[in-house]
């Protein structure tokens, strides 16, 4: 163990130093830091479509792998410290606080079963989505999407065409429709912790919205029945609901609406108090929320009625796939989102100058597509912070002469988290629960097929009516 000796110190910061240490100065660093990640999202892209039994009995090694890859070579170059307060950073203030949530809300909408005589005709399909996507914005793209998308695969599940109908929800529910508040979708709540007023994006992104949505249910519906015609008569329903359509497990309303408050009460509540662990600081009404968020999964887990959980066909799979996947995601996006906050002194400092003209005012369609784009692959909260800072990061300035730029970053990151599976957490939550269902979803680059055909066209309009 003599080998271990010239680290340790290394290893024994002080706290200050650790701090210090977890901010990732990215103009240091060059674009080769980036392999990991991109590493990590070819993984997800191509082993389940080349090789299907390695990936689904090994995708968490090959997840921790990658992760090893830049956090080992990180740590040779810059210290055990700095690594492990880089990872420390990383899992206390961004992960936990992102994991804990989606557990909640998976948890409580796994606890409701909408029982009642559901079919599958488009009409019945969009009715679903639209009324999803106005629970959306109340609690969030997360919770809705788990709470509706169980009712709609059991909808269809006699249809020999679900895929698409599945797609769609991503599009709609899990992404557009969380676009009108700050509880909607995470990169609005940062902006309203930034000082964006609750009000001001329902009243700059509506119009956007309702025409995104709009245009996607039409489009949706149209293609929906076309299938729905092509299929003819359609075999027997292997889950034939009868009587009324009802909740049973609505006592998960509860803790539903207690994670809104929880997320409210970290956004409002601030009393100044922070602690230090491992040289990250968190706020004490961060640390309440995740603690309540854990009593409020082992609450909904113990007042729901024996057999709804079994009638919903709830299962961890899904959960434990993207706990596994993301904490990979987060960490080897670290010296990536760095390289990006550093700016023009970094290695992607062609993004800070593409979105700005010559006469150094900020491009609304440079804003729209770049924060979209990244938000595609990158997570999209701290991509909007990444961009709202580019922006200048006054929330006065972008909420008044700015508020286009504020509009295009917010509708960027939000709308664009549907461009693929890893844009959003409930996109590959959703895709989860699909195929655990027996639903033949469309591989990686499948659906990077579907959000380019649909999606990308659609996006040039928004360009050319609201962000030029």
């Given amino acids: ?29 060059s674009a080769w830091w980036g392999l990991p990640f991109a590493g990590l999202l070819l993984s997800i892209a191509i082993l389940p479509l080349a090789a299907p039994a390695l990936w689904h009995r090994h995708f968490g090694k090959i997840t921790a792998g990658w992760t090893l890859a830049f956090l080992l070579p990180y740590a040779a170059g810059h210290g055990i410290g700095a690594a492990g307060a880089a990872l420390a950073h990383t ?19 796994g606890g409701i079963y909408v029982r009642g005589n559901l079919h599958g005709s488009p009409g019945t399909n969009v009715a679903i989505m639209a009324v999803a996507s106005v629970l959306a914005s109340v609690m969030g793209t997360t919770g809705a999407s788990m709470l509706a ?28 429709a969380g676009s009108l508040t700050p509880l909607g979708d995470p990169p609005l709540f940062l902006g309203f912790l930034k000082g964006v007023d609750f009000f001001w994006t329902p009243r700059h992104l509506f119009p956007e919205t309702l025409f995104t949505l709009a245009v996607l249910l039409t489009l949706f519906y149209a293609l929906d029945r076309y299938w729905y015609r092509r299929e003819g008569v359609l075999p027997r329903d292997p889950t034939p609901d009868s009587g009324r359509i009802g909740l049973d497990g609505a006592i998960n309303l509860l803790p539903l609406a207690a994670v809104v408050g929880l997320v409210l009460m970290s956004g409002l509540w601030k009393p100044g108090i ?181 999606l990308l066209p659609l996006f040039g309009v928004l360009t050319l009516v609201w962000f030029r």
């Fill in 149 to 176: 998308i169980r009712p709609l695969l059991r909808a269809n599940d006699n249809r020999r065409h679900q895929a698409h109908v599945v797609v769609f929800f991503i599009f709609t529910v899990s992404n557009v």
């Fill in 274 to 454: 922070t602690f230090e662990l491992w040289g990250t600081s968190l706020a004490l009404p961060q640390v309440l929320r995740d603690a309540a968020l854990v009593l409020v999964t082992l609450a909904s887990l113990a007042l729901t009625p024996a057999g709804v959980r079994a009638r919903n066909q709830f299962s961890w799979a899904p959960m434990q796939e993207v706990a596994k996947l993301f904490v990979g995601i987060f960490v080897t996006m670290v010296p990536v989102l760095a390289m990006l906050k550093a700016g023009e002194q970094g290695a992607f400092g062609a993004v800070a100058q593409a979105v700005t003209a010559a006469d150094g005012q900020p491009l609304p369609w440079a804003y729209f597509w770049l924060s979209g784009l990244l938000s595609s692959f990158l997570d999209n909260a701290p991509t909007y912070l990444v961009f709202f800072n580019l922006a200048g990061g006054d929330p006065v300035a972008l909420m008044g002469p700015h508020a286009a730029t504020l509009a295009a970053i917010s509708a960027g990151s939000v709308f664009m988290g549907a461009n693929s599976y890893i844009g959003n957490a409930p996109n590959f939550m959703v895709k989860a629960i699909a195929e655990s269902r027996g639903v033949r979803m469309p591989s990686f680059f499948g659906y990077l097929l579907w959000s380019g055909a649909i």
């Fill in 91 to 109: 899992v206390l203030s961004e992960y936990i606080p992102f994991i804990a949530l989606l557990v909640a809300l998976f948890t409580a909408a």
């Fill in 1 to 29: 163990m003599r080998w271990l000796r010239p680290l340790l110190p290394a290893a024994t910061l002080a706290l200050p130093a650790l701090a210090q240490a977890a901010e990732i100065d990215g103009s240091r660093l």
